[in-house]
């Protein structure tokens, strides 16, 4: 059974730092597209990140653009997300998503184009 689990939510403080992680189980990466997506209450999920079966096909929104970076290491079965410079306004919970990518497409933060999701991780930036 594919299964995503996030993990490295934190409280931290404006200017700070964290690195999330996803990590697969049931099923190998290599053939799969992850995406990172965050919600806060009331609000609608929001495409952070996705990288491609090929590991330079990143994409990022441009609220995040230049502070974060995704990455994958297919060895350790995991995605990261590493976070600078983080804002109140990146608070929210965090999912990793996944989806079939058998080419390395460029891939898009479109909720809807994911198909397996994991339980998220909470990111609090607050002083």
């Known amino acids: 059974q594919l299964q995503l689990v996030e993990s490295g939510g934190d409280l931290v403080q404006p200017g700070g730092s964290l690195r999330l992680s996803c990590a697969a189980s049931g099923f190998t990466l290599d053939d799969y597209a992850i995406g990172w997506f965050r919600q806060v209450p009331g609000k609608e999920r929001e495409g952070v990140s996705c990288?491609?079966?090929?590991?330079?096909?990143?994409n990022y929104a441009s609220s995040v653009k230049d502070r974060f970076t995704i990455s994958r290491d297919n060895v350790k079965n995991t995605v990261y997300l590493q976070m600078l410079n983080l804002k109140p306004e990146d608070t929210a919970v965090y999912y990793c998503?996944?989806?079939?990518?058998?080419?390395?497409?460029?891939?898009?933060?479109?909720?809807?184009?994911?198909?397996?999701w994991g339980q998220g991780t909470q990111v609090t930036v607050s002083s």
């Open positions: 990288i491609s079966k090929s590991p330079s096909n990143t």
């Open positions: 998503a996944a989806k079939p990518d058998y080419y390395g497409d460029p891939c898009e933060v479109r909720p809807h184009d994911f198909d397996s």
